[in-house]
């Protein structure tokens, strides 16, 4: 299963770790990496998105107003350099939280866990097919 991710993340070394990271990774597909986070949300709100990486701290809007603004279901993977920031990421529905520096093995345990996902939602939806 091949995953289409968007990255939005302020700071420019960050994104270009974030977009190696997933260049690197055979079950993504990376359609943008972003610095300003309206136009990575007009990309998620236009493309068919699996997977958002989603820097926590940004200046013009955070994180998790980004993610409020999704108008999609899509598996939203939260960042950022303060650990404090990762309860609220999965109250505000976040499938995981990454601290950074992101490195291969935190997002491929993130990656796992968005696949695991997608696999679940789609036995549901078969079984609930079936099910009638």
């Known amino acids: 299963m091949k995953l ?11 994104l270009a770790i974030s977009t190696k990271l997933v260049k690197l990774n055979d079950n993504l597909n990376l359609l943008g990496a ?5 136009m990575g949300l ?4 236009s493309n068919e998105v699996d997977m958002v990486l ?3 701290e940004m200046p013009e809007i955070d994180g998790f107003s980004v993610h409020k603004l999704i108008a999609k ?3 939203v993977v939260m960042n950022s350099t303060r650990a ?4 609220q990421s999965y109250l505000n529905g976040a499938i995981d939280f990454i601290q950074k520096p992101l490195n291969v093995k935190k997002l491929n345990g993130a990656v796992l866990r968005v696949i695991e996902m997608k ?13 009638i």
């Open 34 to 38: 972003y610095l300003n986070p309206f």
């Open 4 to 14: 289409n991710v968007i990255i939005i993340d302020d700071c420019p070394i960050q």
């Open 119 to 131: 696999r679940i939602l789609a036995f549901k939806s078969v079984f609930a097919k079936v099910a």
């Open 73 to 75: 279901p899509v598996e």
């Open 42 to 45: 007009n990309a998620i709100n």
């Open 84 to 87: 404090a920031f990762q309860l």
């Open 54 to 56: 989603l820097d926590v």
